[in-house]
């Protein structure tokens, strides 16, 4: 069964990679930067003030480390409810009424708000966003291997 999760957790890991286009034809496109700083230096300072000629990327593996994540948390779910199927014990107590919808509701909500907070913390610090994800998917994996064990007993 850990092997399937595992194998589950790779799959994910290996589809949720973003798909990169790029918005410049041929060349550097530093006519339409030209074109753009004339403008916005002839405009009112209102005005140039809102313009952005490149946009911040956000890392590939950044996005992966997001679907990953929420993948994991929806093998968590079924994992827990196949743990709790065979006779394991709910620790989490926001999550001990066996509910599955409440289940479903904790964890998109906690899962939502961990997005949010790392998406808000990589405008700030990109490498201590990757990290943090990085380590809470690695805590969601172990949840997930753990109520697995507890499932197969």
Excluded at 63 to 87: E, F, K, N
Excluded at 108 to 115: F, V, Y
């Amino acid at each position: 069964m850990f092997c399937r999760t595992a194998v589950i957790a790779l799959v994910i890991a290996a589809t949720a990679t973003p798909c990169v286009a790029s918005d410049e034809t041929k060349g550097s496109g530093a006519p339409l930067k030209a074109a753009i700083s004339r403008i916005t230096t002839n405009a009112e300072p209102a005005l140039a003030s809102w313009a952005v000629l490149e946009p911040e990327k956000r890392p590939a593996a950044l996005t992966t480390l997001y679907g990953t994540y929420a993948g994991l948390q929806v093998l968590d779910v079924v994992s827990t409810h196949r743990a709790l199927g065979a006779g394991a014990r709910e620790v989490n107590p926001l999550m001990r009424g066996n509910s599955m919808a409440a289940m479903i509701g904790v964890k998109a909500a906690a899962g939502g708000a961990t997005i949010y907070f790392a998406e808000r913390m990589w405008k700030k610090n990109k490498v201590g966003a990757i990290v943090v994800m990085t380590a809470l998917n690695g805590a969601s994996a172990l949840i997930v291997a753990r109520n697995q064990q507890h499932a197969r007993r």
